[in-house]
């Protein structure tokens, strides 16, 4: 059948009957996967387990990164020197849903534009409040 090592998996050691069904179906919990040929005959496959989730990174600009980090950080009245990233969430810097609603109410201000409730609702990162602004602010300007 199979041989593994590790989380590599030789395909040419499989038969092909189980090449797609039993190998590729057959792998839950894996997300990423990676295809090299090792030896002239025998191209192997490495499967990686990756967080759940899907994340997109979208292209706000560092610098509106970097304003969005100094409202949240003002709005919420972080001690100096709290660390705030694009990763951080507003639950982990400790912002319950009011919170989270001024700080959208201080991005608004700052920028310039409106953010639809419903979009406000599903901002839980810096990064995700920086490209929600970033695209309105693109948006109003066209």
Same mark, same amino acid.
């Given at each position: 059948?199979?041989?593994? #090592?590790?989380?590599? !998996? /030789? !395909?040419?050691?499989?038969?092909? /009957? ?6 590729? @179906?057959? *792998?839950? %919990? ?10 002239? @005959? ?14 997109? /990174?979208?292209?706000?600009?560092? =610098? #509106? *990164?970097?304003?969005?980090?100094? !409202? ?13 990233? %694009?990763? /951080? ?11 989270? *609603? =001024? $700080?959208?109410?201080?991005? =608004?201000?700052?920028?310039? $534009?409106? *953010?639809? =409730?419903?979009?406000?609702? @599903? ?9 929600? !602004? ?9």
């Amino acid at each position: 059948m199979a041989s593994i #090592t590790g989380v590599g !998996i /030789s !395909i040419a050691t499989l038969p092909a /009957s189980y090449r797609k069904s039993q190998v590729l @179906n057959g *792998v839950s %919990g894996l997300r990423l996967a990676s295809f090299s040929r090792q030896r002239k @005959n025998f191209p192997s496959v490495r499967l990686q387990s990756a967080p759940m989730g899907f994340h997109v /990174s979208c292209a706000a600009k560092p =610098e #509106t *990164v970097g304003k969005v980090c100094d !409202i949240v950080k003002s709005q919420l009245a972080l001690p100096a020197g709290t660390s705030v990233t %694009g990763e /951080s969430t507003f639950a982990a810097l400790g912002a319950d849903s009011l919170d989270t *609603v =001024e $700080v959208v109410m201080g991005l =608004e201000e700052a920028f310039g $534009v409106s *953010v639809e =409730e419903d979009s406000a609702q @599903n901002i839980t990162t810096v990064q995700e409040a920086a490209d929600l !602004i970033e695209k309105l602010v693109e948006a109003k300007s066209t």
